[in-house]
């Protein structure tokens, strides 16, 4: 359940987006460009720092403020909102097991909007089998010499802070804060994808980057524990950014069906297209009614926290894919034109199925958890 306190956040978050994000997504979208002037907004509206602690210039807001934050932008900009959530992906481990040096070198840039982070786990062999990542991490003089290449890495290369996870010995691995300007980062050209066009994705590679003592999230050996402790959280996020664009295209739905007449009325009258609508907003609602729990359960350290994690995660994401698909069928042909806003939410939906953990990934977990129930 949210209290006054959310809801009034929520029509904070909903007016700037919807005034200063919604008017550029298109654009965008349609020019693969940075979204610069939502941006700029998310940094006056003092959204950046969100999931930041306050005395590393954040504002200490819990976990359903942030996934309500990233619903309200999602409805209105899906890729300004994975901007805003990877830059908090990027920074997690910091703030959770690094050192007060290494949180007062990168947070407060991150947490004022100043500078961009992201997160490094796959790589061209280890997607779903994150664990079978090749990057390695070697033991030198005053730190530590990394090689390897990692994929897909959202925010890159805008960001300039990359939290790498890198192989430190046969079976362990750690995490390592690589800056955009090091020695040895290279990065690969901005990936050309079917939706989420304006968030910047490259490949980086580092050639014997080596990275001072300093920038070792936590012990060296224990980096993986540290990726998986956080993925509660950021599938939250993913799951609210899905919930966001099937929000936003039910909404752009609701509008057109109730302007647009055929056979003499309004589409809204036709009983066909009310059914449609309806079981669109059952998909909404229940989705964010699993995700308020699940973040429930996060916040309180649950030990069914994980599993109801995956399961917002696959469920907000699902929805938001059938949900956006009707959006653009109940457009009819105009669904299809790029002047409308729902091909672009269809478009956009698709990715929160696959990263974070596919879909088929979550029900994995799911089912290991349901099987761990009655001891099998
Ligand atoms: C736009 C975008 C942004 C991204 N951002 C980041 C980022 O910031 N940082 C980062 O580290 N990564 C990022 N990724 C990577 C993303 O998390 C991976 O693409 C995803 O985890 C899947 O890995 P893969 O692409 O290698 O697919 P694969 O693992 O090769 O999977 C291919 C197919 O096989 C299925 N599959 C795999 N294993 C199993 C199994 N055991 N059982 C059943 N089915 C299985 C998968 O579900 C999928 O359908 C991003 C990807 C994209 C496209």
Redesign the pocket.
Known sequence: MTSDVHAEFRKIVRQVATERIAPHAAAVDEEERFPAEAWEAIVEADLAGLAHPEHLGGSGADLLSQVIAVEEIARACMTTS?VLL?NW?GTCTILSEGTTELQELVVPQVASGQAGA?????EPT?????AGLTTTATKVDGGWSLTGQ???????PWGDWYAV?ARTGESSHGVFVVHRDDPGVSFGPH?R?MG?RG?P?ADITLDGCVVPDVRVVGDPTQGYGYIMAELNGSRALIAAQALGVAQGALDAAVAYTTERTQFGQSLSRFQMIRGMVADMAVRVASARALLHEAVGLIESGHPDARAKASMAKLLCSDNAMSVTTDAVQLFGGYGYIRDYPVERMMRDAK?TQ????????Q??LIAKAVYAGVGA
């Open positions: 994975h990877v992906a992201g997160w490094c786990l796959t280890a997607g779903s089998d994150v990692k994929r897909f890495i959202s925010n890159a996870l990936e994808k989420l968030s994705t990715i696959i990263y974070e953990g596919t879909n088929q990934i029900r994995l």
